[in-house]
């Protein structure tokens, strides 16, 4: 072969190699054009000055409009000084209605597709706090006999190890003990999925569907507002609500009365005198992950 | 770094200036990676053509999101992680090989030693390949650059990694440098310049493996990984892979460039390597699976899940068989005579040890993990189209970066490339530096 012909068929082959590459990324523009520069260049929650939380807010509430076609209020809620949220639930009580899962999906914007939740409520073999024998997909009238349900969500650990592993610190624990998420600043990496032993963290596998009419309009950055596609999630304690006074969306939603939330650090809330007059239980005490979320039985 | 203010070096003849010459080194080696026989082109592209099939899944992957893996939020990591954790054990692996030759000064060994770190260059790109493709936010990868981004260090073991990945990678790039510039320049390398990263690389390569066990190790919540035994079995099966891969190399380098010389007495130190290492895995394979099975308790689940199956669902009892066969397989074969004297024996029980490690430390070891989930809930998980494809593709694009690497520093290193010999534009067109991937017979079909 001549060096005319050796150079021609070079020039043939980059141009081939070319236009299939280009062919091959395309399905990027439908990505990027759904990405805007300063969402790529948002500095971390913590890192942001007031004004620039409020150019944040300002553009995540143009950019729900837009995506999703519903005016919605996003605010940044901090935690309140002398404050430390526990949550408490009665096992003699629940019944395993799923009340409480259907009001968090609603409550939280979960996507409709998935069904998604923050709550699993296992049902269980009465005298046994053996997991293995319980199961969450059970379909029949509830409560059934010889049964007893063990709803779960996040624990909010005080020693979390979700947090400890997030290469990136995109998850860490507020000074009023909730374990938030900055989704603008996780990378996807889920090893926050993987460490979490309450199977409490929830992944957006595509990018969550709502009908406009459905999206619940009060929000805020940390909690409750449509997640981005490829980010981790998770239960709240409804932050957006319970920083400002209201109790949880899972526990006004529970029919038996059930769940118990407050201020541990107020020795009259009712949640502290559950704490010191029932026999209380966290689930995997030998983990050490120190849950405040906290189980007990009447008698 | 500038080795003019070096001491005088002891290569005879003329001394090139090492810093006027080094775009001239560029320029050849860029000549290199892409001119070549017609089999190369071939091979290339077809390896091309295989890198943008994964390219085009990935970006499906990335417009519509992760759904397009069969990974859920009980199975959070998948094949990807899962070839992961392999290709780092491949990556500490090829290094390995480095021991034998610079502690008890091996002389033969020193000329593959090259080889084994550029496969180690090899594999550290194809493991943040599988990285990226894992990440739901790729575009957000500045979130780990420490300064820029918040780079969670000392505490995640995920940030550890990064940190030693990227450290390996820029060790053996400057190990692998410098020995093909100074080749290049026809001098004696200076030790001082290479020998103490040589040492640090050594330690550094069990530190990557050490620390890829660790990431699965410190969960708690995970009993199947939450074992101390992880560790020292990451770094046997990296034992395994990792001569085993380079002895496949080496009779490929042999067929295609027989101008570099391969002795046997390398491959057959790494075969010496390769029968006490697939015993030592076999042993603590069986001691793990032992305890988890024997002992019963809630411990035992995922195991009895990996090996029998668990409530009716056996996704990776297939899986897991294959591997134990194929890793008995190879080590009956490395211990058949034949294997000192039969190079196809040699390389069949290569071939399954890489197989059977690939299972046990990839889905073997992974997926257990998550089966049942932490809530005890069975669901079960089998990779996707699309993982399959980008993982072929990364695998490809691994495979490319490695063939590259060997055909810039082959022929430098069979001195059939210097500054003396002013690159490649006084060699003859039709044979340039073509003609050392190929074996004599076949030079006549060159171009
Ligand atoms: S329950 Fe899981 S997600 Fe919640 S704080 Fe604990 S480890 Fe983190
Ligand atoms: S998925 Fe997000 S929050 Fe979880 S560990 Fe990774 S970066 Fe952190």
Known sequence: MDKAKRRTLKVLGSTLGAAAFAYAIEPLRAWASDMSLGELLQKHYRELTPDEMRAVLARLEADAEAKYGREVTIEDIRPTPGVELGYALNLSVCIGCRKCAEACHVENNHDRTTNNSYIRVLEMEQGSFDLEKGTTTYDHAVPSPGKYYLPVQCQQCDNAPCVKVCPVQATWKESDGIVVVDYNWCIGCRYCEAACPYHARRFNWSKPEIPAEEINPNQSYLSNRVRPQGVVEKCTFCLHRTRKGLLPACLEACPTGARVFGNLLDPNSEIRWVLAHKRVYVLKEELGTRPRFFYYFDN | ?447
């Open chain 2, 1 to 447: 770094m500038s080795a003019s203010s070096l001491p005088p070096p002891s290569a005879p003849g003329e001394r090139p200036d090492s810093v006027l010459s080094y775009p001239k080194f560029l320029w050849s080696m860029w000549r290199l990676a892409f001119t070549g026989s017609f089999a190369y082109y071939a091979g290339m592209t077809a390896l091309t053509a295989v890198a943008l099939v994964g390219l085009n899944a990935w970006a499906h992957q990335l417009a519509d999101g992760m759904v397009r893996t069969h990974m859920t939020d009980h199975v959070s990591w998948g094949l990807y992680i899962a070839n992961f954790t392999f290709t780092v054990g491949l990556a500490a692996g090829a290094v390995m090989m480095v021991i034998p030759a610079y502690l008890y000064d091996d002389e033969e060994m020193h000329d593959v030693v090259i080889v084994g770190e550029l496969l180690a260059v090899a594999a550290i790109v194809v493991c943040v390949g599988f990285i990226a493709v894992d990440m739901g936010r790729p575009d957000r990868m500045w979130h780990v650059i420490p300064g820029i981004g918040r780079l969670n260090w000392p505490v995640s073991m995920l940030s550890w990694d990064v940190v030693v990945l990227n450290g390996y990678l820029l060790l053996n790039l400057h190990i692998c440098g410098y020995l093909v510039y100074m080749k290049y320049l026809r001098r004696r390398p200076n030790k001082r310049f290479y020998l103490p990263f040589v040492f640090l690389s050594i330690g550094w390569a069990i530190s990557i493996h050490s620390v890829t066990a660790f990431l699965y190790a410190g969960l708690g919540g995970r009993p199947f990984w939450n074992s101390a035994l992880l560790a020292p079995r990451f770094i046997v099966s990296a034992f395994i892979t990792g001569p085993a891969f380079v002895i496949l190399l080496l009779h490929v380098i042999r067929r295609f460039a027989p101008a570099f010389r391969v002795a046997d007495g390398p491959i057959e130190l790494l075969a010496r390597v390769l029968r006490i290492t697939i015993l030592v895995n076999l042993f603590m394979f069986g001691s793990e699976a032992f305890t988890e099975l024997y002992s019963g308790g809630a411990h035992h689940v995922s195991a009895r899940y990996l090996f029998l199956g668990l409530h009716g669902k056996h996704a990776l009892v297939p899986w897991i068989w294959t591997g134990v066969a194929l890793n008995l397989t190879s080590a009956i074969l490395v211990h058949l005579p034949q294997s000192r004297t039969n190079r196809t024996v040699l390389m069949a029980a290569c071939v399954a040890a890489f197989g059977g490690v690939w299972i046990e430390k990839g889905m073997g070891l992974i997926i257990p993990g998550f089966v049942p989930s932490t809530l005890h809930e069975v669901v079960e998980y089998t990779p996707s189209l699309t993982e399959w494809k980008i993982s072929a593709g990364i695998f490809a694009a691994g495979l490319m970066v490695l063939v590259v690497l060997l055909k810039m520093a082959l022929p430098v290193f069979t001195g059939r490339i210097s500054v003396a010999r002013s690159s490649m534009t006084s060699l003859p067109p039709a044979a340039p530096s073509s003609a050392s991937l190929l074996p004599p017979s076949s030079r006549g079909d060159v171009s």
